[in-house]
């Protein structure tokens, strides 16, 4: 039995498509019509102030590649506020029956990079890891990791996701370790994990399973002595009630013994509100479905130009734009062919060329990435910069 999974081949080929593309391509082809055409990929038609960081274009250059079109785009990590995040000139049918495919693999990325971006902002001077992939189907782990990372987080727990962008996941135990050596003893567990796991493998103990927070932070201690680097509160949200006050009796019971150096690991229905509440008493968090689970952006892609003239639908702007940014963080947007506001930088650049990639490296590297959504984060006074 295999899994319900689409095949890369199928997604290069045009054949992960909605069947009503498969249609105006036969139409087209029947016509003897394939025009050329400008597309733009956006998501309002105007700056609104809502801020959404850009994600997904490596894949997205990944699918164009090789096509006779020309394609510009913001560079990943980005900020965008209305006007477009990616222009495709080129015959029409060279890429029809991709518009699918394109749009998924930027909304869902830059939904999720976008989320991740909230928590790197409300706890900007604190570890947070990338915990949600089990919220998601396993084919797409990698987007939702490599994504946390574009939107700023510190690093991720899928180990076959880490495979393929190339990072190595994180991550400790979970309940389940401590549960199988029953309860009474947790101690048991504790010291097999130290003695298994590699020496690089930060000891973090899980300290919230049977009984209270602070018993068993102290029963890490004890147990591991000083190769305990920290213990992780994971208590579910039914049992929590003051989180910020467990955390701090935790620390001050430990402090108490001598064991101020004891780190704090807090997980477990996190979002940008809580980390902003808790960031002042924890070391790290671990973030799930807040970041896995986000809102895709719904971009759609538009015809702007037919023949180098403009055309658009009812309800959308015609004409190629470009989007700028001004000194002042404001977002801009305008015809491509109009002179740029004083002192703004233009976002769209170049991309793919007769279908050659022309885009330097960079655009695609995950640190320039994440480097960018911080810098451009601070410019357009986005979320908590505190």
Known sequence: MDFDIVSPSAIHEGRATDAYFERTAAA????????TVTAEVTAD??????FELFAGLKDATALLEGRDVDVDAIPEGRLFDGGPVLRIEGPYLEFAELETSLLGFLSHASGVATAALDCRVAAPDTTVLSFG??????SIAAMIERSALVGGLDGISHVAAGEVIGREASGTMPHALVICFGEGNQEDAWRAFDEAVPESVPRIALCDTYTDEVDESLRAVEALGDRLAGVRLDTTGSRRGDFKHIVREVQWELSARGHEDIEMFLSGGLGPDALRGLRDVADGFGVGGYVSNADPVDFALDIVEVEGEPAAKRGKLSGAKQAYRTDDGGHHVGLASRDA???AEPLLEPVIRDGDVVADEELFDLDAAAQRARSD???VGYGDQE
């Open 377 to 379: 984060a601070r410019s």
């Open 341 to 343: 506001p004083v002192d």
């Open 45 to 50: 038609q105007f700056p609104s102030g809502e």
């Open 133 to 138: 992939a089990r919220h998601v189907h396993p």
């Open 28 to 35: 087209l082809d029947h016509a003897g019509r394939n025009p």
